[in-house]
């Protein structure tokens, strides 16, 4: 789904840094050098590890929080980086709903929800990944697809999707960088003002990532391709570039215009192909869309800013004190108190 929050997540991101450096002082270099044997430290919570779980899915990692009690629920990837930002990432989740200015800020947001999200991945990403360490060591254009390969060969501790996410926020335009395995299936995106391939979509027919299959090791640049959405309709035309990490991992960027490869990149819009979808008008903020993408939790219709049957069900579970009229999450509540903890 596209990224709504961009800045105001990284505005968000580096106040639950400053939290966590508050509470656990030099806690942010532990954490970047090994995020879950830190946590593991914390007395304010547990980190339970769990096996990974063929095509399981949830939000953006593979992991999940659960606010009683506070739990850190993480998946043993295969690749131990991988775990350490699905760590950092709850951890996001655990901040904002018991730090009471983080969680206001959430609720300030059109889509709490949705911005807690898109904060818990920013959070990750730039303890993983500070920008003072790295902005100097992409083209001053944006990120090109060998970038975000380097960026994961040089770091000790970020994984593929900790760059993914870092290297999307460094787009020029409006764009996604996705994680694909090798044969064209979409791991992880994460995007900028574009909607993305979904997760577990098959990307193997587009020009793109035909070719970068055709050609391993190397990889592919094309000036001319597109998205493929899950109705069988596609985006407009974009520019891609990718390359792979390994044996097992490809890296695509997909921009609409300012590709940092190109020395002329316009966008062309009103290239998409109907998928023959129908409309549809979204419960969360009312935008009326053609389907083309449906949420594999909820199986209902994404609209263009990637609310679904999850958001509504994710409303009805919030609650609004009486004392300071906020909207909050039901873990802000003591059970059979009609007002927050925070008022109690």
């Known amino acids: 789904m596209p990224r709504m929050y961009i800045s105001e997540a990284q505005t968000q991101a580096r106040a639950m840094m400053n939290v966590v450096e508050r509470m656990h002082p030099g806690a942010l270099e532990r954490l970047r050098s090994d995020s879950v044997a830190e946590l593991d430290r914390w007395d304010e919570l547990t980190v339970m590890l769990v096996e990974e779980t063929p095509g399981a899915d949830g939000c953006s990692v593979a992991g999940s929080y659960q606010p009683n009690p506070p739990t850190l629920v993480v998946t ?5 980086r991988r775990s350490k930002f699905t760590a950092l990432h709850e951890l996001g989740h655990h901040l904002q709903q018991t730090e009471l200015d983080l969680g206001n800020t959430v609720f300030l947001h059109s889509d709490p929800g949705r911005f807690e999200e898109e904060a818990c991945d920013a959070f ?4 993983l990944l500070p920008d003072v360490d790295l902005l100097h060591k992409i083209n001053p254009r944006g990120p090109i697809a060998q970038d975000v390969v380097d960026l994961f060969t040089s770091s000790s501790s970020a994984s593929r999707e900790a760059c993914c996410v870092w ?44 070719a970068a299959l055709r050609n391993p090791g190397a990889g592919a640049t094309r000036d001319n391709t597109h998205v493929l959405y899950r109705n069988g309709g596609t985006s407009d035309s974009v520019f891609g570039q990718a390359r792979w990490f390994d044996d097992e991992y490809l890296v695509a960027i997909l921009v609409t215009d300012n590709a940092a490869w190109t020395p002329l990149a316009l966008p062309r819009p009103g290239t998409a192909r109907s998928g023959g979808g129908r409309w549809w008008t979204c419960e969360t903020c009312d935008d009326l869309f053609t389907i083309t993408e449906r949420c594999q939790l909820c199986k209902e219709p994404q609209c263009r800013n990637g609310h679904c049957g999850c958001d509504v069900a994710r409303t009805t579970k919030n609650r609004v004190c009486p004392t300071c009229f906020l909207q909050l999450h039901h873990s802000r509540f003591d059970e059979g108190s009609a007002v927050c903890r925070d008022c109690a």
């Open 76 to 80: 043993e990837s295969k690749s131990y």
């Open 124 to 127: 990750a990403a730039q303890v």
């Open 167 to 210: 290297a999307a926020r460094q787009l020029h335009g409006s764009g996604a960088v996705v994680l694909l395995d090798r044969s064209g299936t979409v791991l992880f995106a994460a995007s900028k003002s574009f909607i993305p391939p979904a997760k577990g979509s098959d990307q193997s027919r587009t020009d793109l990532i035909a």
